[in-house]
């Protein structure tokens, strides 16, 4: 049967399409992929992401569910839209334990990918630290639902192509899970085998092939872009030539402050990666506290201008820390996945504290007899969990990666430095 192809109008650009197609299908024919989740070509649509979204002669409507028609106006990479799909994201990752620099699958991760595409910097909302089962018994393919976003993929999947049902949804809300049919209802009791495509087709890292993580390198994942080139430091005011009776004074530098808290202080080492381009950044401004100064207390030169946090909160010194920055700088800039989300870290918040130190200190292997677990008063009180820094104080930027890359860190300061809301290019965003 002979097709007839016509258009569409996908945001004031004619998008051809042919009989029987989606609007799904017919963007990603096209190489304008509307964003999505849940839909994949050979399988049934779900519209269950609701990312896909767009707006269809003023109607929002499901791309992967809606039929193209010629004549139709449709709108999708809009402000309102875009912003509504961060949000949705922005839900998606604190809703699960989404840990970017421990996870075999970034840089060819999806859920990754359109977050990088959508401008997501940070969380927004309450981190869930959800506690969810990792399945390791199937000796091909891992289970570690702490990923699994219930895009459906897998169930959809094992049931129209692979004739298997293996998997399924149970339960409601935020009980919501994937079920194995299997008698143990474990992995490895089921009929699933590496190459069924219920096996290959997370979107995210809750499915993996085993013994293949890390494997393709930073620069040639899927989702890396190259960086680009970023702007000069700015200049300092020309300072007027001083009058015999009346000198003016010099003007005062922007000052800046930075520090480490829970983390590993890498976020610090990608700030000296910026290495010659840091001559250029002392003519600009003064250092208050900082590891790179000798000055304890932050304000001790006055109030500071620009506040670099790098770190989460592990205990009651970070969040006195976290406080003083914010009392004494006028804008904090969360830097690192630590700061951002909790980072690795966070990943202890599973565990009960109590449970943490006993296994550290008093049954872990290599204790010398006699161990204790420290009790000095001047040791700072260990939070029930990590946390990142916005859910204690209000942060005005955030950085992510895990460092940041010293090109997104200079992009950053000299945005702010030339009094301009930071614009981080896609290539100069990293997760981990």
């Not at 421990?102 to 999806?110: A, M, N, V, Y």
């Not at 000198?247 to 005062?252: A, G, H, T």
Request: overall charge negative.
């Amino acid at each position: 049967m002979t097709t007839i192809s016509r258009s569409v109008l996908l945001d004031g650009v004619e998008l051809p399409y042919e009989d029987g197609d989606t609007l799904m299908q017919a963007s990603v024919r096209a190489g304008r992929a509307i964003p999505h989740l849940c839909w994949h070509e050979g399988l049934g649509a779900h519209a269950s992401c609701r990312l896909c979204v767009v707006r269809v002669d003023g109607r929002m409507n499901a791309a992967c569910a809606t039929r193209a028609a010629a004549g139709q106006v449709v709108e999708s990479e809009v402000p309102d839209l875009q912003a509504r799909r961060r949000s949705m994201l922005q839900m998606l990752f604190v809703e699960g334990n989404h840990f970017c620099p421990s996870c075999e699958r970034s840089g060819s991760c999806h859920l990754q990918g359109t977050a990088y595409d959508a401008g997501m910097l940070g969380p927004h909302w309450e981190e869930f630290y959800p506690s969810r089962e990792v399945d390791a018994s199937h000796p091909e393919v891992l289970l570690d639902r702490n990923r699994c976003i219930l895009c459906g993929l897998c169930v959809r999947a094992s049931h129209e192509v692979d004739g298997k049902g293996v998997f399924e949804i149970g339960g409601h809300g935020i009980g919501a899970h994937l079920v194995v049919n299997s008698p143990d209802g474990l992995l490895g009791g089921s009929t699933l085998r590496r190459d069924d495509l219920a096996a290959r087709i997370c979107p995210v890292g809750a499915l993996m092939p085993k013994r293949v993580g890390f494997s393709i390198p930073i620069g040639q994942r899927p989702h890396d872009v190259a960086p680009e080139a970023v702007a000069p430091p700015p200049q300092p005011a020309p300072v007027p030539a001083a009058l015999p009776d009346a000198p003016p004074p010099p003007p005062r530098k922007p000052r800046i402050a930075t520090v480490s808290l829970a983390g590993c202080f890498g976020c610090h080492m990608s700030l000296l990666d910026i290495d010659e381009r840091l001559l250029a950044l002392v003519d600009v401004i003064e250092l208050d506290r900082s590891p790179l100064t000798d000055l304890k207390q932050v304000g001790d030169l006055g109030d500071c201008d620009i506040g670099l946090i790098e770190g989460g909160l592990c205990n009651s010194e970070n969040v006195e820390v976290l406080r003083e920055f914010r009392a004494r700088c006028k804008v904090l800039v969360a830097v690192g996945a630590c700061a951002v989300n909790g980072g690795l870290p966070a990943q202890r918040n599973a565990l009960d504290v109590q449970d943490v130190l006993r296994s550290v200190y008093l049954t872990g292997p290599g204790l010398s007899p006699g161990a204790r677990i420290p009790d000095d008063p001047e040791l700072p009180l260990l939070l029930a969990q990590v946390r990142p820094l916005h859910e204690v104080v209000r942060i005005d930027h955030v950085l992510p990666g895990c460092p940041p890359t010293a090109d997104a860190i200079w992009a950053l300061l000299t945005a702010l430095l030339d009094g301009r809301p930071p614009q981080l290019a896609r290539a100069e965003l990293r997760y981990d």
